[in-house]
């Protein structure tokens, strides 16, 4: 058994290693754990099936939310309420400034909180205030719902991330974290089918009807959480505690601690320090321009060639099942392939690129042209989804992981308040600034990733390299301890390239 702890030490631990000291299990226990392949492979099958259908399920329902506006100005939210197009873009926005505003005190509260109850708490309020939009006649009212429902939603990815870095492998969490993304595309296809039927309404304004149908969903999905959704590895009710030391033992082989509710401000400066947080967050940032874009007038550039509603929103089932593909390859592809994360970042860009050249150049009478384009056009995702996951896996230090997360989300809520902005009402049907505006984008997140991966492959280089020359360095599995150490302080630590 290890010595026991001075009262001054225990704020350099993990809370993990104070788990491990309470219930009388040796560091020598984690490695038989470890090696133990057969019940490694169980436990992620339980995972699998407990924890990943409620994120999954949670993702569709917010994706669905979200599009609920769009949906909405496809059928009669312009009339009901008087608003512009311009008023639109501001909607779309709003929703992104506040999810600016609280995105780092949401991930404050998920680390120093039970971040289930945190989660579910949050969906529950969401739902609320979509059913309340519905209550909304002009353009004041629907702002201020939009800016709640930020607030609300701003805690889901962000602890998305930090949870499935928590329960899985770095090796096994690109693959999980776009098994949950790619219901994105899910809620697309959902949506679609869903709000074709409410389309059908007749006497009753359709856009109030989709939004109270979301929030009622939302607020029952909310409850399931509360009760299903475990706040962190250490007091999973549902896991053993032979099952929460074998996670301990596989969250802890990833080298970038497991769990501390301590927020630590050296971890915070070091995060603001790090040259590989900020090519993250260019990149976020850019990526999200591009879907501020899309993910708002995307079905109005579709509506610019159909001029019907209900075709519109047929058509954008099967862009659900692209989303939905784009976003499983690439993370997939992360996964299974030695070193390919900058490289999908670079790669699935560029059929986002071939859709704006699609819309920009193809005749609006070629109706076959365009919705391939349409359908191409969110290929982005797959990599944005690798670039939300990589502060999770290359971050050590559970403070300076939460931060370099948080930076990395404030990006994504800058470029989604800047993207709706670059498609003028003037320029419908074509939007040819936003379409130029994308393909720049999209051209500077290849720059980016090619910087990133330069910077990855150079620090592991040199920490081969002191390692070999360095008499005090010290090998996997010699240090016993659970300490709370950053990527920087961790002088074994190897980045995911």
Request: net charge neutral; hydrophobic share 45%; glycine share 8%.
């Amino acid at each position: 058994m290890e010595p026991d702890l001075k009262g001054g030490d225990t704020v350099l631990l993990d809370e993990a290693e104070l788990f491990l000291q309470q219930n009388g299990i040796p560091h020598s226990r984690l490695a038989e754990l470890l090696a133990d392949q057969d019940a490694q492979k169980k436990l992620i099958r339980k995972i699998d099936w407990t924890l990943i259908p409620l994120l999954c399920g949670t993702y569709l329902l917010q994706y669905i939310d979200k599009q609920a506006l769009g949906y909405g100005a496809v059928f009669d939210l312009f009339t009901s309420t008087g608003m512009s197009q311009d008023q639109y873009s501001w909607l779309a926005s709003v929703f992104y400034i506040a999810y600016l505003v609280a995105e780092w005190p949401a991930s404050y509260m998920a680390q120093r909180f039970p971040t289930g109850t945190v989660v579910s708490t949050c969906v529950i309020c969401w739902g609320i205030v979509l059913m309340c939009t519905a209550a909304s006649s002009n353009f004041a009212g629907m702002a201020a719902c939009r800016f709640l429902l930020g607030i609300f939603e701003a805690v889901i990815t962000p602890c998305f991330m930090m949870v499935i870095s928590m329960w899985y492998t770095r090796s096994e969490s690109p693959a999980r974290a776009g098994a949950f993304y790619c219901f994105n595309g899910f809620g697309s296809m959902v949506g679609g089918i869903l709000f074709y039927g409410v389309g059908q309404a007749k006497g009753f304004t359709i856009w109030r009807i989709i939004f109270i149908l979301c929030g009622g969903l939302t607020i029952v999905w909310g409850i399931v959480l509360y009760f299903f959704l475990p706040n962190n590895i250490l007091t999973a009710k549902r896991y053993s505690v032979e099952e929460r030391a074998m996670l301990i033992a596989r969250s802890q082989s990833n080298g970038t601690g497991v769990f501390n509710r301590k927020i630590k401000p050296y971890q915070v400066k070091e995060a603001f320090m790090d040259a590989q947080v900020w090519l993250l967050f260019l990149f976020t940032l850019l990526n999200e321009v591009v879907n501020g874009g899309i993910a708002n007038f995307g079905k109005l550039i579709v509506k610019g060639f159909t001029n019907d509603p209900l075709m519109t929103t047929v058509y954008g089932i099967p862009y659900g099942a692209w989303v939905a593909f784009f976003v499983f390859t690439g993370p997939l592809c992360a996964s299974k392939f030695k070193n390919a994360r900058t490289l999908v970042l670079m790669l699935w860009v560029v059929p986002t690129m071939a859709a704006m050249i699609i819309f920009l150049k193809i005749d609006r009478t070629n109706h076959t042209g365009l919705l391939m384009g349409y359908y191409i056009s969110p290929c982005f995702v797959g990599a944005l989804v690798i670039a939300l996951q990589m502060p999770a896996a290359n971050v050590g230090g559970y403070t300076k992981r939460v931060t370099a997360t948080s930076l990395v989300f404030l990006a994504y809520c800058v470029g989604n308040i800047i993207g709706p902005h670059a498609f003028l009402g003037s320029e419908a049907p074509v939007y040819e600034t936003g379409c130029y505006v994308i393909l720049g984008c999209s051209s500077g997140q290849i720059l980016i990733a090619i910087a990133l991966r330069l910077l990855l492959v150079h620090r592991n280089k040199k920490r081969d390299s002191e390692a070999a020359t360095s008499a005090q360095y010290v090998e996997d599995g010699e240090d016993d301890t659970l300490l709370d150490l950053t990527d920087f302080e961790n002088k074994r630590f190897r980045y995911s390239i």
